[in-house]
Structure formats: structure tokens, C-alpha cells
């Protein structure tokens, strides 16, 4: 059974920092891409950043520069490192994975996403 369980979000300044986590139990957490989402009120569910097996990464335009993807296979982990941050990066941010076919899935980068953590809220004020 898929986990994946996101936290380190919270509130903080414009300009300021902050690091999500993400705790995945993946049968085969190595060989699969992981990504980040986000999703503002009234908005769709955007890709963030994503790092594949071969550790390449690729970000959203809008984050390039900001926010750093990473990931710890030894642990399971998948973070999010997010800095400078604007009122427009709040939203509610969610892990992801790429897990064999099956299900619904969201593209971003070269990955198919088709599994989500419940997600955790990042609010970033003026």
C-alpha cells in the first residue's frame, strides 16, 4: 500500500523560508519519480517540482530559482526546500508519485503522477 505524508508547512513573512517533507512507504521508492503540487482556492492543481529516478529535476517557472526539490532514498524522503517566498506560493502542497499505471494520473515534466499525500498548507503574507 501507497503512503506518502507531507509536513513542515506553516505560516511565515514574504521573503522567508521554509522546508517541506515528505515520508513515502514505495515498494520501490528508487525507481519512481516523485514531484510536488500545489493547489490555491479556486485554482487547479499545478506541478511544483519533480525528481526522477536519475536524480534530474525540473521545476515550474514560476519556483525556478526559489525552491530546490531533493530526495533521500536511504530514508524514504522527499523534500522541498522553498526560499524567497511570495503570497502567491500559498496554497495547500501535496507530495507525489509516479507508481506503475494505474489510476488517474497528472503529467509534469516527463512524469505521470497517480499518487498523493493529503497535503500540507503553506500561507506566505505580505
Known amino acids: 500500500q501507497v503512503q506518502l505524508v507531507e509536513s513542515g508547512g506553516g505560516s511565515v513573512q514574504a521573503g522567508g523560508s521554509l522546508r517541506l517533507s515528505c515520508a513515502a512507504s514505495v515498494g520501490n521508492f528508487i525507481g519512481s519519480c516523485m514531484g510536488w503540487f500545489r493547489q490555491a482556492p479556486g485554482k487547479e492543481r499545478e506541478g511544483v517540482a519533480a525528481i526522477d529516478s536519475d536524480h534530474t529535476t525540473n521545476y515550474a517557472e514560476s519556483v525556478k530559482g526559489r525552491f530546490t526539490i531533493s530526495r533521500d532514498n536511504a530514508k524514504n524522503m522527499l523534500y522541498l526546500e522553498m526560499n524567497n517566498l511570495k503570497p502567491e506560493d500559498s496554497a495547500m502542497y501535496y507530495c507525489?508519485?509516479?507508481?506503475?499505471?494505474?489510476?488517474?494520473?497528472?503529467?509534469?515534466?516527463?512524469?505521470?503522477?497517480?499518487?498523493w499525500g493529503q497535503g500540507a498548507q503553506v500561507t506566505v503574507s505580505s
Open positions: 507525489s508519485a509516479e507508481i506503475g499505471s494505474g489510476g488517474p494520473v497528472v503529467p509534469f515534466y516527463r512524469c505521470f503522477f497517480n499518487y
